[in-house]
């Protein structure tokens, strides 16, 4: 009964709201410098890039859960050009229990390497949160990403960054009736930065730590979205990332 009752209100929410769209395009940002960001990577099947992606780990990297259907097989990482990097195939993945679709949140993924990657000055993991967190509203962080960077247009081989602020949840919600109370809202709205169609998994990054990763965004206008861009809280997840950390690593 009460699982009938959600997907009357999904239903009800995807009429009012128009279509959601998975992606973390970069939209009117810049290439990322050489020497930034250099835990990013591309998440990426037989056909090539798919989602983007960062390692926490040498050997796991984070990404969107609704990621999966694409069927991911490696990652490359080494260079912000994707054709430049060098690739590692993917051992395990592993979802949350709790993720059955984007709008009702959980959307986060854990990718198992079949090797450890070689860190050092062009690959290096990024921090998590270290307890449960809510990042400030009006923050200023950055999202990363291989996508499109105007509507229309097609993925690109260099990563971009943005900046975008972090927009109150009470105002996100005003936006998006019935939202997930596991996301973090920032960019797309009152604004023309933020993240678009094409690779979702790129990380939002707070002060050199890593709070969110791109889940969705609405309709296919790149250049000025409407609605807040949404992205997994990464910080709501901590318990089931530590311990498929832990699990997985002494199996």
């Not at 019935?178 to 990054?205: E, H, M, N, R, W």
């Not at 901590?238 to 199996?251: D, F, M, V």
Request: net charge positive; aromatic share 8%; hydrophobic share 35%.
């Amino acid at each position: 009964m009460m699982q009938g009752l959600q997907n009357i209100l999904l239903i009800y929410v995807l009429r009012c709201l128009g279509q959601i769209v998975h992606g973390s395009d970069i939209i009117n940002g810049k290439k990322a410098p050489e020497n930034s960001m250099q835990y990013v990577v591309s998440v990426q099947n037989t056909d090539g890039h798919i989602c983007g992606g960062f390692l926490v780990t040498e050997d796991f990297v984070v990404t969107a859960a609704h990621c999966d259907v694409e069927n991911p097989t490696h990652v490359v990482l080494g260079s912000h050009n994707i054709k430049k990097g060098y690739q590692i195939n993917i051992e395990k993945k592993f979802k949350p229990p709790s993720y059955s679709n984007i709008w009702w949140g959980n959307d986060i993924m854990l990718l198992k390497l079949s090797r450890k990657a070689r860190l050092g000055c062009k690959v290096q993991i990024i921090q998590l949160p270290c307890a449960e967190m809510n990042v400030k509203a009006d923050q200023v962080c950055q999202v990363a990403g291989w996508g499109r960077n105007r509507t229309g247009g097609e993925n690109i081989d260099d990563l971009r960054v943005v900046s975008v602020s972090v927009i109150n949840r009470y105002v996100c919600r005003e936006q998006w009736p019935g939202l997930s109370a596991s996301v973090i809202c920032a960019g797309g709205y009152g604004t023309d930065k933020g993240f678009c169609q094409g690779d979702s998994g790129g990380p939002l990054v707070c002060n050199g730590l890593v709070v969110g990763l791109a889940s969705f965004n609405k309709n296919y206008n790149c250049a000025y979205p409407d609605v807040p861009n949404i992205y997994t809280d990464i910080s709501k997840h901590l318990k089931w990332i530590n311990w498929i950390l832990l699990t997985a690593t002494s199996s």
